[in-house]
């Protein structure tokens, strides 16, 4: 299918954005969030896309990096979460953000993206936690030097239990999942010390 749109912006409305591909106009569905990114008309922009077939349509749904595109294939995969469901939830989230709210099990922050239910937004966490967890450990990989072993024995086991610790303290489960994450990025020596990555995010958390 079409893995991208590159061409000028021709116009742009409320979810819908329309590019100039060689003179042909390319009608491409886009997030609240993607739209206040977009470059103005006349520019040229480029959309990465997800292509919905149905027996009565070919619809493109456009995003401004692979990053979104690969958050809103797996927002999709999950039974109950359309293209529209998709689009609303990073209209209102941030690739990040979703992340951290899908790690940290809070559904009551997707659930305020319109159209989405707290018992869909349970769905989400509960389905797509073990793909965000791959996605995550695979970028702590990549930012410092924890052994693949350390991320899937202790280094996890402590990430999750100082995360559960802030938000025991009070702390956004979101906000304390990016404070660890950040930490075990930074500090190789936190891997595995429940107590160290604590202390450590407690003073991200300032």
């Known amino acids: ?42 520019e040229a922009v480029k959309l990465y896309t997800y292509t919905s077939v149905k027996e009565d349509s070919f619809t493109l749904y456009g995003f ?7 958050l809103f294939k797996m927002l999709i995969s999950v039974n109950g979460i359309g293209p529209k469901g998709g689009l609303s939830i990073l209209s209102v989230m941030t690739p ?28 989400i966490t509960l389905e797509l936690r073990d793909k965000i967890k ?18 899937t024995g202790e280094a ?14 009070g702390y956004n489960s979101s906000d304390a999942m990016k ?3 950040k930490v075990l990025a930074e500090n190789d020596s936190a891997s595995g010390d429940t107590e160290m990555l604590l202390k450590l ?6």
């Open 179 to 181: 404070a660890v994450r």
């Open 156 to 169: 996890s086991s402590a990430r999750d239990e100082a995360v559960a610790a802030l938000v025991a303290l």
């Open 201 to 206: 995010a407690l003073k991200e958390m300032f």
């Open 64 to 70: 401004l990096s692979r990053d979104e595109l690969s």
């Open 1 to 42: 299918m079409i893995a991208y749109v590159n061409g000028i912006l021709e116009s742009i409305e409320e979810g819908l954005a329309i590019v100039d591909v060689g003179g042909v106009g390319m009608n491409v569905f886009i997030s609240g969030s993607t739209m206040d990114r977009m470059p103005g008309i006349g």
């Open 96 to 123: 990040d953000d979703l992340r951290f709210a899908i790690m940290a099990g809070d559904a009551g922050t997707i659930s305020k993206a319109p159209g989405v239910g707290k018992k869909t937004a349970e769905r």
């Open 134 to 151: 791959a996605t995550e450990d695979d970028m702590l990989r990549s930012s410092s030097s924890v052994t693949l072993d350390d991320l």
